[in-house]
């Protein structure tokens, strides 16, 4: 597979699930990686057949499919499971079994596993890290797996993290979040309702009233941060490709004069955070492995409150840039390899 | 002006400021109205030119504008101001000089008047009725002058005041309004930031931290209501044409076991509002002149909260629609007349 | 089924495949028909379910689907069918031999037949009229049964027709029609190609090089207007929901001095064509049932050349629209009944 | 101005005109640029602001504005002119005279100048080279100056040239081209018909029949070719920021049998031509510096024609990525340096 091998010396890496967004993003990502090459990508439903992909510089790449089972494990120092929830655990113990790292990019190994009671395979650590760089980094330099966390749990704990850490969050208020996400989200196999004809100027909330399979790496990761509070977390479906924004509306303990510091003490080292005095928008993260938070005091209210803005690209800082940072981060990598910013 | 001039003994109509969305959306519902003719349309910039209109029967109808000062108000039993914020109370307070009714699509008589400081001329009485049918009926029926709610608030009392009249909104708290509008909420005078490559795959926040306009006659309207608490209003702006979904966090005294039966006990016999089960959906109301509301009762918090959903088209419900509405109401006719369904 | 039967009198229909973008669109033209209501409504796929429509009035609508089956062909007095293409004759056979009137929407019994070599019934006639009211009317009225028009015809042919029947365009030569649809041309059925994140900013041709099943009635329709040319067709899938604008290139015997007036000579009396100086846009025609026309005298040339576009609602003049439109003839009722214009 | 001073031995670049879309498309192209630095960057109605840009690599830059009349032209070796179109040359002459070298994006000094009589100053040599390297390559490297081709035009003429120089065009022949732009190629400038409520679910031809700037450029670069035969160009407004699809029918001298294989011979070298037996899409080319061109042989028709595709970025290729292009020839760097691929 000459098309995407292009250094002799650069670490093999392997996709599994590479025909969905996410998958395909990896695969881009990785083409264009300074230290890494493609080995094989696998696409059950799709094998023998050719994806076209965009390369993290642009260029469109043609990577052939193949068979999962085809796959060669032995070949690769790291594998990315892109494959559906559910799906993927009985994989990360097939590639951990056989002694190769994987970033596993469902929520089968997240806190709360997304609600699945699927058997976890024995090879499988008990504590698998969390792979959220900013927040715990720690957990993840020596890790044989990692998973890799959900789109919007990402754009949110970034947001929130810095108060929550400083205990600025109000013991047992609710944390009120509306998160609108492109279609992208949704994944690429075809489904009724997300046919261009019914997205198309249309908006509408989803898995409202607190089960979205999001919501528990979200409260385990609140409680890690040592916050004590609810979260009440409403998705809605955007008409756009690609795209995150989470509006956090969030009770203080007592009023904070200037909240943006708090953002830019936190971050100001962190090479994917950006925090912005303007509100982030769809437009400046596109296509970028960053997370752009921003944060005003609410007026007119007797309760303190504070506003958050978080922005990404769900495909990127919000699955597959981060999963290739966590992947720089196991092999000893200069984390921002690769990553478009 | 035979094109649009259907009935001999109709009521002949104007319409102030119709080069904008909400007045364009005018033109065309009265074209359509079976009680009601148009016998002017102004438009400052565009006097002497034609702009093309649809009906409430879908035609397309070419109504000709002419500049404010040659409108003969002496021909009219009612005026439509949909003039800019400011430049509106001007206006109606020359049509009420002249003993003609009106309806104000500006926010510059509703409580709160948007923050305008703009002098009030005389003609108009102290206290201009809020347009809201659905909650404050009784006070349009014999006006002269109506002030017609904005779009945001229009979906977010609805939705919120069967539950404020019953007392279940715990007093004191914040109850946050997350709302997403489309582009023809800003209007059709061009702007950099509402050019189609500005807008199309993009979504962001603006007026954040309860600065809008439209916060005033939310606040003053809930406490008519009855309601003790505080409104955090976020608004975002949709790569859409027409619609407004507002999501409504609401904390509650006590748990509501079936919340939409609330909803459906207060608007069983209103036929501009729609309660769901389903979430409400932007094409669920577009061209319509309906609120479509929902309630879902939030899981895994601590604090009875309730979700609240209401959709409705900001230039049909939101503005041009129920302004029909409202002049129905004044002038006797039936409050469905002329009106998309 | 109280819901859309709204007069007791009406003639009752049935509608074949109401689970695609055209069955919906039918269903709804139907519910609000003043002569006309709907009986049953079948799809296979979805039977037992209930399908949202919008009214020609807008109204939103639940129409039950069964399974066709259970449909009783006896209970109507027309049925339309909207069923795939392939699939559609068999059921024509069927709702003919039961002695009922039909109107099929496939292109299984169009001139050429869609490439199609699916044995046709007995029951169905020799010579299906081809329904095409503007250009054809005199066939329809007296049919048992018509084969509704594809959309792109429909745009192409209205427009070219009075220069083919005066005899204008040059024999022998190449009229070029580049034509451009919205994805609900496309049909409803889930395919990954016609998700949003496909189809947003994006464009591109398909079926180039004149193999698109639409072709062959085109150029039967062209002969019998008495035209001797090539037609080149080139489809192109545009990121709308609705609308198809045809441009074509078209060689003349002559120069035309004013080609606008061709147009309104043929089609002055047609309440579904509209002859426009202005060049048609797609949002002039969505949701209604009209043909919008334009010629423009090609500069700088040394052959005499003419463009013509023509705009059209795919689903309403180009499918549910005409439908409705041979409908109203066949049962000799006002052809611009239930239509919205 | 540090933010963008990548390394002190870079080429210092200067861009006049830079508010525009293609001003800052150039502005991220020279910021990533490996062997350039942006010097300034001016735009005079919003000179002190700053305006944010993506450059080649992603990352969000952000670049003062200054009033055209405080460039200092004399620290600068190549000034990109992206001025209006009759704004341009007046600049182009100062910029010369003051000994430096110009890339002009504007129509003032491409063949047939885009229609403009504006006088040209004496400092502007008589025949400025025509920037499109992939044909007219040789005249670059040495110019002073040079006309960067307009967006369309580079699409139609490297889909054209091969069938062209080889006389398989028919003499006497009218080529149709039916062209597709995003609106981004309508400028920033806010103008009512380019706002989102106008564009979104719309689809419109305009300057038809043969009246657009864009055609003099092409009947004369098809004419430098050996080509006889006229051109007939009908521009359309898709519902997309970026990106030109060009359809080109052409009748032949004689049937082709692989006219892939024309293109492939003529573009087997050249690094921003793609040939692709696919129907090329806006989605392969966005963010791109490529011409992405495909063939297909007309089925049918008496006349041996060949139908021809071709894909561009607007603003890359159509605009400042060839601009780019030009400058990397005129100064004597590699030619796809800095340029997304």
Known sequence: MQEYAFTVHSIPIGVLGASGYAGRELCGLIASHPSCNLR?????????????????HGALIDVPMIAPDDAN??????????LPHGASVDWVGRVLDAGIRVVDLSSDLRPGRGGSTHPIPASVPANVPYGLPELFRADIAGARVVANPGCYPTSILVALAPFVRAGLVAPGALVSVAAASGVSGAGASPKAELLFAEVTENFRAYSAGNVHRH????????????GDFDLLFTPHLLPVDRGILSTITVPLTAPIADPLSVLRAAYDNEP???VSAELPALADVVHRNVVRVSAVTVQHVRTPTLLLFAAIDNLVKGAAGQAVQNANIMLGL???AGLPR
Do not use: I, K, Y
Request: negative net charge; proline residues 2%; charged residues 30%.
């Open 334 to 336: 200069d984390e921002a």
């Open 73 to 82: 494990l032995n070949e690769v120092e790291l594998v990315f499971s892109a």
């Open 40 to 56: 094989f990508a696998t696409a059950n439903e799709r094998r023998g057949q050719t994806l076209r992909v965009r390369s993290g």
């Open 215 to 226: 919501l528990p790496e979200m409260t385990d990761s609140v409680a890690r941060l040592g």
């Open 272 to 274: 994917f955070v950006e």
